[in-house]
């Protein structure tokens, strides 16, 4: 299996292993306080797409033109949403405040997970096996602090649960993606990018195209898919791994 370019830089950092403890806190009186959030090429996951715009209540179309910029994973020309930097000369995050993050509630896995860095590798059986490591940055003053940590508590702390939840299958699509060797056409991309980026404007396309129809899907599943934004990106998923790799066990076309 290739490895991407974060697990080639988190195998440079000191790995930290379950139940291992560290020290760290941030918070307004740390002296690098808001340090970290500018100068960022932040990718966000559409499950961070997803939350943040919901915070700002904005639709998929309005977030992307106003704080995303479309990126294309590399070879298979995936469509992904990073974050635009404001053009200031720290080119600070359109949301940090001097208090801090105002989208704290909602914000993006990789600012949670900071300063641990997590690295996932889908196991053949099913699940994920993790690694975590100590990203130890020169300016972060953070590990000055008294506050002592595991993984675990971290973890939990920063609410990482419902976000790891989407996030490492979509990692592992991706990865499922590079190896094939897949590059996507102009129609597929598009696909992708409202199932995924765009999931307001992906129900109108499920209501017009009437697509649900003709898949094995449950009425209850079907329900939830329209009415929960987070069902239908789930969904999304299901349906552009469909469209990529064919039918498999999470969706399938009707038979008969
Ligand atoms: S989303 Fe919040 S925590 Fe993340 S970089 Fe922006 S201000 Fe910082
Ligand atoms: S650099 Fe470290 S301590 Fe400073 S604000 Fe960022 S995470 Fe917090």
């Known amino acids: 299996m290739t490895q991407d370019p ?16 560290f020290q760290f806190a941030c918070h307004p009186d740390v002296p690098c306080f808001n340090a970290c959030c500018s100068g960022l090429k ?3 996951t559409p499950y961070d797409a997803l939350r943040l715009r919901q915070a ?9 033109k106003r704080h995303g910029l479309l990126v294309r994973a590399p070879g298979s020309g995936f469509p992904l ?7 200031d000369a720290k080119a600070s995050c359109p949301f940090v405040r001097a208090e801090g993050c105002s989208v704290y509630a909602h914000r ?3 600012c949670r997970t900071y300063p641990v860095g997590r690295a996932t590798r889908a ?24 506050a002592e940590w595991d993984i675990a508590a971290w973890s939990t702390d920063q609410g990482l649960a419902e976000y790891n939840a989407f996030n490492d299958r979509f990692a592992a699509f991706m990865s499922r993606l590079t190896e094939s060797g897949l590059t996507l056409d102009p129609g597929r991309t598009n696909m992708a990018f409202l199932s995924l980026y765009q999931t307001d404007r992906f129900r109108e396309f499920l209501t017009t195209s009437k697509a649900m129809d003709r898949l ?3 009425e209850e599943r079907k329900a939830r898919i329209m009415d929960e934004e987070a069902e239908r990106l789930d969904f999304g998923l299901d349906w552009v791994e469909m469209l990529l790799f064919g039918p498999g066990d999470r969706l399938s ?4």
């Not at 700002?56 to 992307?64: C, I, N, S």
């Not at 949403?81 to 053009?87: D, K």
């Not at 994920?128 to 940055?137: G, Y």
């Open 6 to 21: 974060t697990e080639r830089f988190l195998e440079d950092m000191p790995e930290i292993r379950p139940g291992q403890s």
């Open 42 to 44: 932040l990718t966000l």
């Open 56 to 64: 700002l209540g904005l639709g998929g179309e309005a977030f992307a």
């Open 81 to 87: 949403l990073r974050l635009r930097m404001l053009s």
């Open 108 to 110: 993006p896995a990789s």
């Open 123 to 146: 196991l053949p059986e099913g699940g994920h096996a993790e690694r975590f490591f100590l990203v130890r940055e020169p300016h972060c003053r953070g590990f000055e602090q008294e």
């Open 216 to 218: 094995e899907l449950s």
């Open 253 to 256: 076309p009707k038979k008969g």
